[in-house]
């Protein structure tokens, strides 16, 4: 178990566009079991490899009966390298949002309601899902970390970015 350390808003590496995956290795595959452990013990709902200082196109993410989530339909847990997003219409919804390299604080953000994606699981094998709702939001969150961009960014009011401890009734939590 290697909890690694969360890079915080502001390190340089959360802004770079991390690099595509290129073997399917035993390399990938201790990444992806410190991504794990890392998220579990922090209860985030998903991960981006650069998050633990590594610029390579990986996210992984889970929602199961989260104690933060309460009020969310559950997402499989899903490891998923080099994502392709194509979001299906026009139509997005604003959310709350937090991440775990901005901790404490909340955002309300825009995301597309439905979108496929494609990209590799673990050890090479094609995924291809549609979804929509929370599930496509979690995903937009974490492929937004492989281009360098945080919630932060996306928020359209700042008047609906603060702390978790006091926006309170205000928010219904949404993913780390
Ligand atoms: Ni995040």
Avoid at 35 to 42: C, G, V
Avoid at 137 to 146: A, F, Y
Wanted: hydrophobic share 40%; aromatic share 6%.
């Amino acid at each position: 178990m290697t909890v690694r350390r969360v890079l915080k808003m502001g390190e340089p590496l959360l802004e770079q566009v991390a690099a595509p995956v290129e073997r399917f290795d035993a390399e990938l595959q201790a990444l992806v079991r410190d991504m794990d452990d890392t998220m579990r013990s922090l209860n985030g709902a998903g991960i981006a490899a650069p998050q633990i200082g590594v610029s390579l196109r990986v996210v992984i993410f889970e929602v199961a009966d989260n104690p933060r989530y309460p009020h969310v339909s559950p997402v499989p847990y899903t490891v998923l390298v080099n994502p392709q997003l194509t979001p299906l219409g026009s139509e997005q919804a604003e959310g709350w949002e937090g991440c775990l390299s901005v901790p404490g604080l909340r955002g309300l953000v825009p995301r597309y309601t439905r979108l496929r994606y494609r990209g590799s699981g673990l050890h090479g094998e094609p995924i291809d899902r549609t979804v929509e709702g929370f599930h496509a939001r979690v995903v937009q969150h974490e492929v937004d970390h492989l281009d360098g961009i945080l919630y932060p960014r996306r928020i359209q009011d700042l008047r609906n970015f603060g702390f978790e401890d006091v926006l309170g009734a205000r928010m219904t939590p949404m993913p780390d």
